[in-house]
């Protein structure tokens, strides 16, 4: 498995046979490496509906035929617009061929702002818990510092969790250190910071405050050393 990090909250899962996107905000993202149009992913995962996440999959989802998993409410308007969705709970887990997807909560906000009818409503976010080929990944979306984190970590190994450090819409360094003690993770890969102004952070004060643990600060491109 490759496991890679491609700006913002942008993740790519590479198994023996599929690929996955997680989030894939791409276009009008300065911090990324990718092009929307270049990418053929097999599935789409989504952790909710602001613009900065779901960003350009129904683009991509069109151009490969990839499937989107996402959040109940957002599948729906998703599947209005022409691609193929499958319809996600918070709590609830499905195995895929391409792995196995659950739900957790997250606590933010999910609206979607389109061109023709305005912001809707996208139902809850959601952090995502991927597992395949042995590995579990945990994405936690965008998402404040909250207690049941630590069920998460007793309840799952995870071997590399991302986690937003970006403060102001999501947790700043200091909560997301305190995270990643609850979660438990081997690996721990900060995200959605610096892309613009308002969630400038400085990773390197994250990987100070996290103890038990192991950070790794990556650029657009990076890849995740298992």
């Known amino acids: 498995m490759q496991i890679s990090y491609h700006g913002h909250s942008v993740v790519k899962i590479k198994t023996g046979k599929y690929t996955i996107l997680i989030d894939p905000f791409i276009s009008g993202n300065g911090m990324t490496d990718l092009n929307a149009s270049d990418e053929s992913p097999d599935a789409i995962l989504l952790t909710h509906g602001h613009n900065d996440h779901v960003g350009d999959t129904i683009d991509i989802a069109k151009q490969s035929n990839a499937l989107v998993v996402a959040p109940f409410e957002l599948a729906e308007y998703l599947a209005t617009q022409g691609i193929t969705t499958h319809e996600m709970g918070l709590g609830g887990a499905y195995q895929f061929d391409f792995g196995k997807v659950k739900y957790t909560h997250a606590f933010h906000s999910s609206s979607f ?14 952090g995502i818990l991927f597992t395949a080929e042995g590995k579990t990944i945990y994405h936690a979306g ?85």
Do not use: C, W
């Open 142 to 226: 965008d998402t404040a510092l909250f207690g049941d984190m630590k069920l998460i970590g007793d309840r799952n190994n995870i071997d590399v969790a991302f986690l937003p450090i970006g403060d102001n819409f999501t947790m700043g360094p200091e909560d997301a250190a305190y995270a990643t003690e609850l979660l438990k993770p081997r690996i721990v890969v900060p995200i959605h910071y610096n892309t613009f102004p308002v969630i400038q952070q400085d990773p390197n004060h994250f990987k100070v405050l996290v103890t038990n643990s192991e950070v790794q600060i990556l650029n657009a491109g990076g890849i995740v050393q298992l």
């Open 113 to 126: 702002d389109t061109s023709d009818i305005g912001t809707i409503y996208t139902g809850m976010p959601g």
